[in-house]
């Protein structure tokens, strides 16, 4: 089990670099504008950090702080007394390399904070290989994520799930790892993975 938890570098970045070539196959999302029903923390920023793969820290004009992406979950990375998914890592190891130190377009959701305060938001890199995707899409179309619709932020949830079934079905990524229940140990399927 150690070994698994601990993969080495070269498996995490050989990992990422198919992750980028499948990146480059996804077609640029629709222009949305961006909907809000509150405060909003939107725009162009930076993104200061990747907490894992599915969650980044960044700096906006009048925001500054964590920014969960809406629409999927990524496996947990290790925590203290906390232990981690499979492939967990490597779905970190993948935002970081596309999003980490970037500029990008922070888009807020519906509903824009979760129980946790963090901004809840779709994040669009506006440089590097995946300059102009949706993170989110990116993320289940490589396999590193699975889709999670919750309500009222469920407008992209079709697309998501068809992408994760996609990526589940060629298995990339963590469908071809580990699956499911190693991925998301005590977590229930919530549509599209």
Known sequence: MGMRRRLPLLIVILV???????ARLVE???????????PVAAGLGEVLEVVDGDT???RLPDYEG??????????????????????????????AAWVEGRKVLVIPALEQRDRYDRLLASVEPQDGPIAGR????????????????????T?????????VRS?????RGLWGTCGFAAAFPGKEPAGGG
């Open 16 to 22: 990422v670099i198919g992750a980028v070539l499948v």
């Open 28 to 38: 640029l999302p629709p222009a949305a504008a961006p909907v809000s029903s509150g």
């Open 56 to 58: 980044v820290r960044v």
């Open 66 to 95: 964590p920014v969960r992406i809406v629409g999927i979950d990524t496996p947990e990375i290790e925590h203290p007394g906390k232990p981690g998914g499979c492939f967990g890592p490597e779905a970190a190891a993948a935002t």
């Open 134 to 153: 949706d993170l989110a899409r990116v993320l289940a179309l490589s396999g590193f994520a699975r889709a999670l619709p919750i309500a009222p932020n």
């Open 155 to 163: 407008a992209d949830a079709p697309e998501l799930a068809r992408r």
């Open 167 to 171: 990526a589940e079905r060629q298995g």
